[in-house]
T-cell receptor, first 112, second 112 residues
Framework: QKEVEQDPGPLSVPEGAIVSLNCTYS??????FMWYRQYSRKGPELLMY????GNKEDGRFTAQVDKSSKYISLFIRDSQPSDSATYLC????????????FGSGTKLNVKP | DADVTQTPRNRITKTGKRIMLECSQT?????MYWYRQDPGLGLRLIYY???????NKGEISDGYSVSRQAQAKFSLSLESAIPNQTALYFC???????????FGPGTRLTVT
């Protein structure tokens, strides 16, 4: 079993829709949860991070962590064509010397 | 100028050839990483280095070697390239204790 599971999509939505992206994980030691955005032919860049459980909001983006269910989500409100990209979740635990574990990425297409 | 640079950006090589991918960073980070990205498999860690004297294998190190020539430089070598090493390769850096990784633009490698 992979440590981090993510639905690869693709996910296609109309402009203005609410998007929900999700990852599940198996390692209860994970404490840091990140979402990276990767545009075509570019390297991933950090979009949001959350420590432990709870929600974090940044503009149109909300990250949620449910450690009891080992489940994290990224919500995008009022999605825009510029949000079209691949979204990767990533996780790490302090006890593993900052090694990062990535999901396989979900490809999102927001249609104008 | 970009903080994390990779050369070459694209490379086509033949089976059995030795090839080196180079990564340089100006962020002053101690930690550097090499990943490969394949469709449906996400980012997989090849090697990582927490300082100049520290080199560690990742989950898929077979067929690869690395060299940390300086704090700012981390190169990845394929001693004898094979077709299933065709992939997108990313270098990344992070600061000690940080949850964030900074990625280079990637090298697209094709082995024929």
């Amino acid at each position: 079993q992979k440590e981090v599971e993510q639905d690869p999509g693709p996910l296609s939505v109309p402009e203005g829709a609410i998007v929900s992206l999700n990852c599940t994980y198996s390692n209860s030691a994970f404490q840091y949860f990140m979402w990276y955005r990767q545009y075509s032919r570019k390297g991933p860049e950090l979009l949001m991070y959350t420590y432990s459980s709870g929600n974090k909001e940044d503009g149109r983006f909300t990250a949620q962590v449910d450690k009891s269910s080992k489940y994290i989500s990224l919500f995008i409100r009022d999605s825009q064509p510029s949000d079209s990209a691949t979204y990767l979740c990533a996780m790490m635990s302090r006890g593993n010397f900052n090694k990062f574990y990535f999901g396989s990425g979900t490809k999102l297409n927001v249609k104008p | 100028d970009a903080d994390v640079t990779q050369t070459p950006r694209n490379r086509i090589t033949k089976t059995g050839k030795r090839i080196m991918l180079e990564c340089s960073q100006t962020k002053g980070h101690d930690r550097m990483y090499w990943y490969r990205q394949d469709p449906g498999l996400g980012l997989r860690l090849i090697y990582y280095s927490f300082d100049v004297k520290d080199i560690n294998k990742g989950e898929i190190s077979d067929g690869y070697s690395v060299s940390r020539q300086a704090q700012a430089k981390f190169s990845l070598s394929l001693e004898s390239a094979i077709p299933n090493q065709t992939a997108l390769y990313f270098c990344a850096t992070s600061d000690t204790g940080s949850h964030e990784q900074y990625f280079g633009p990637g090298t697209r490698l094709t082995v024929t």
